[in-house]
């Protein structure tokens, strides 16, 4: 397929922007040890967005790989995950915020080392989210794609090093017009001392129309009753 437009997220980097619904969005990490963090809001209406809770309880996950619908706070699928290399993609981590990178990583300012200062995932998403007319109150839960955090027995929450090499590919399909927020910036949880942020390439590729045999609509029973309700609002705006 034709790639529509596609755009390298540099370390520290951000981005965001309306993707209209029938597209795919790849990510292409090109270094080893990536993670961005995504947001995830309805284009036409901004009050709605992606929901954690319902996404993973209604299929029945605390990791995100192919066959997994993003959820909208209205039962909407927003987008879903149709091809994936690694297997686990992390949406509990949360982001970095400025204070957090300070302990981890040294205070970095902006007046001091310019455009070499240390982002923090949360500035991040804030600086994307004002320019899209949202604000601070608008953060919400975030996915981190080529994270992945596992719970152990006693609840604790453990960071994989080493689960995202060089090369490896995310695609996502928007089931409805979206708004996209990213940041690529480090894990929470990441344990590495240097700060660990590596290119990403975001490309955007027209997609094929979804089927009634689609996997991602038949990946469990919750799946098509969202995917029935997008399309449902799709079919009273025509």
Request: some cysteine; aromatic content about 8%.
């Amino acid at each position: 397929m034709n790639i529509l437009w596609s755009e390298t997220m540099h370390p520290g980097g951000k981005w965001s922007g309306v993707i209209g619904k029938g597209k795919l969005i790849r990510l292409t990490a090109m270094e080893e040890g990536a993670n961005v963090t995504m947001l995830l809001y309805h284009a036409a209406d901004l009050t709605e967005r992606y929901n954690m809770p319902d996404t993973l309880k209604a299929q029945h996950t605390a990791h995100l790989t192919k066959g997994h619908v993003l959820m909208s706070d209205n039962g909407r699928a927003m987008a879903s995950i149709v091809q994936d290399d690694l297997g686990w993609h992390d949406p509990l981590g949360a982001y970095t915020t400025r204070g957090s990178t300070d302990e981890k990583y040294g205070v970095s300012r902006y007046q001091e080392q310019r455009n070499d200062w240390l982002r923090s995932g949360q500035e991040n998403l804030a600086v994307e989210l004002t320019r899209c007319g949202l604000g601070n109150r608008d953060l919400s839960p975030a996915i981190n794609w080529f994270s992945k955090v596992y719970c152990d027995a006693e609840g604790n929450m453990h960071f994989a090093e080493g689960h995202c090499k060089a090369g490896q590919v995310v695609t996502l399909r928007t089931e409805m017009d979206i708004l996209l927020v990213l940041s690529n910036t480090p894990h929470l949880l990441d344990p590495r001392k240097t700060y660990p942020s590596v290119p990403v390439k975001l490309e955007v590729l027209p997609a094929l129309p979804v089927d009634s045999q689609d996997y991602c609509v038949n990946y469990r029973p919750e799946n098509r009753r969202a995917f029935n309700n997008t399309w449902n609002y799709y079919a009273l705006q025509s």
